[in-house]
């Protein structure tokens, strides 16, 4: 398998895969973000879920599906590697390891589709940006967050000035910092005891799949 990665730098807002067009590769981040996004025919648009180096982009490829109705779109930059669709399906049709934490992958990533969708649907904007900032900080390994609202806003679904008022509510309770293009999570315990019960089930999710031994 070795021989068919290439390491590749993500930069942000490069688009991995655009919906309907077919996919050449699969990308493994090892630093930085990459969100699955529904673009509406109006133009909005939320993000399905986000990749951080626990995840693959492009996994569904493996179905022999040659395109997707998403993008996949770097929002915090990184670096990775990324190798060509048939190559990743060749490998997978070998079994063993790879092919065992696909599977788990997909289950993983199912639960947090599903979760995400309830979430967006029943909560409130507080809930889901706390939510979603301790995602993103999980799978950064850091506090430090190089995000501006306009991005967050676009993900959430929301409108920016719904980031701004519950942003504002957070920098006042001391639980983040917020300067241009830059949020820094400063009270971790008070942020996870404002977000829903999306963010443990998630999370207790994303533990699994990590600590999980694949042979």
Known sequence: ???HLETV???VREILHVPGEPVEYVYFPNQGIVSLV?????GSTIELSLVGQEGIVGIQAFLGNSTLP????VQIAGDGVRMPVAHFQAEYSRRGALQNLLLHYIRFLLIKIAQGTACNGAHTIEERLARWLLEVS??????????T???IAQMLGIRRAGVTVAAGVFQQAGMIRYRRGEITILNRENLESTTCEC?????TELDRLLHTEYI
């Not at 998403?70 to 779109?73: G, S």
């Not at 999980?138 to 995000?147: A, C, E, G, M, W």
């Not at 963010?199 to 999370?203: A, D, E, H, L």
């Open 38 to 42: 529904s673009i509406l025919e109006n």
């Open 149 to 151: 609202q306009d991005v």
């Open 199 to 203: 963010y443990q089930i998630i999370k």
């Open 1 to 3: 398998m070795l021989p």
């Open 70 to 73: 998403y993008q996949a779109i």
């Open 138 to 147: 999980d799978r950064l390994h850091s506090d430090d967050l190089p995000l």
């Open 9 to 11: 730098s993500l930069v």
